[in-house]
């Protein structure tokens, strides 16, 4: 592969620094989406107490796609997560966990300039900080998988992720940074979309698998988009797993996306990203 052939495929989703809307702020979710690698810490400084510089980076981090492409299909987070100083660099290390991704999303929809305080904490604290320690919205234990729209904010024991929307069948398509199995059964994944729902062939995990064929090529050269469980993902166990949702006066909702279909959403967030698509 050569060095920047990845960089020419129609993935890049725009996003505005600083701009506080819910459809701005899905755009910066998915704009390291299929060129971040998972990287156990990945975002945190080095004491693990908070945000490493690239998760308070302006822009998805240099290093994150750099670190991707000098990767294959055989990279394993877990040779990492002993030697993280094998991928540091004067930003951080190069690549982001749960925690780390959406503390690098929540700074770039709310600042525009790099290097203020980050937003990363353990990945089952997140949603209940976002309400109640920055007060960005509101934060229950109490709801539904049905209940879940785009722009929610879930954790879970032990993750974090963010809902992009319900399909028909009540599946639900996230984002996210794990580490799936490549092709050839390596732990390496990171951020990309994933299908929830209760069955493997649900909705959700098909949208998600054409997404990503179409968008990331060298991503989905490597990593097959994954299904996860339901009952799995919207576990609310213990204080601090629940669900957060953006306050109005936060995130303005100007274009109504929180009511749309995700199939309306993602075709809404990638039509700017996908030239032969305005062709249509």
């Given amino acids: 592969?050569?060095?920047?052939?990845?960089?020419?495929?129609?993935?890049?989703?725009?996003?505005?620094?600083?701009?506080?809307t819910l459809s701005n702020f899905l755009a910066a979710a998915l704009a390291p989406v299929g060129t971040t690698l998972y990287v156990y810490g990945g975002g945190w400084n080095r004491q693990d107490t908070g945000a490493s510089a690239q998760a308070v980076t302006i822009g998805v981090p240099a290093p994150w796609r750099e670190f991707f492409l000098r990767q294959?299909?055989?990279?394993?987070?877990?040779?990492?997560r002993s030697a993280p100083e094998a991928v540091?660099?004067?930003?951080?290390?190069?690549?982001?966990?749960c925690s780390g991704y959406l503390g690098w999303v929540v700074y770039n929809t709310m600042h525009d300039r790099s290097d203020g305080a980050g937003y990363v904490?353990?990945?089952?604290?997140?949603a209940r900080a976002l309400a109640e320690r920055y007060c960005y919205g509101v934060w229950t234990q109490l709801y539904a998988p049905e209940e879940l729209r785009p722009g929610d904010v879930v954790s879970i024991p032990g993750h974090v992720w963010?809902?992009?929307?319900?399909?028909?069948?009540?599946?639900?398509?996230?984002?996210?940074?794990?580490p799936s199995p490549s092709v050839t059964g390596q732990p390496g994944g990171g951020v990309q979309l994933s299908g929830v729902g209760e069955r493997e062939e649900c909705q959700a995990a098909e949208?998600?698998?054409?997404?990503?064929?179409?968008?990331y090529s060298e991503w989905s050269r490597r990593y097959q988009a994954v299904h996860k469980s339901l009952a799995d993902y919207t576990r609310a166990e213990g204080e601090c797993a629940g669900r957060f949702r953006w306050s109005p006066a936060v995130l303005s909702d100007p274009d109504g996306c929180a009511g749309w279909s995700v199939e309306a959403l993602l075709s809404s967030l990638f039509d700017i990203a996908d030239p032969e698509k305005k062709k249509d």
């Fill in 162 to 178: 963010i809902c992009l929307g319900r399909c028909g069948d009540g599946s639900i398509v996230i984002v996210h940074s794990t």
């Fill in 121 to 126: 904490r353990p990945a089952v604290e997140m």
């Fill in 207 to 215: 949208l998600a698998r054409r997404y990503m064929s179409r968008y």
């Fill in 88 to 97: 540091c660099n004067p930003f951080g290390w190069a690549g982001a966990d």
């Fill in 72 to 80: 294959d299909e055989r990279y394993d987070y877990r040779d990492y």
């Fill in 1 to 20: 592969m050569e060095e920047n052939s990845y960089l020419t495929d129609r993935s890049s989703v725009q996003y505005i620094p600083g701009r506080r």
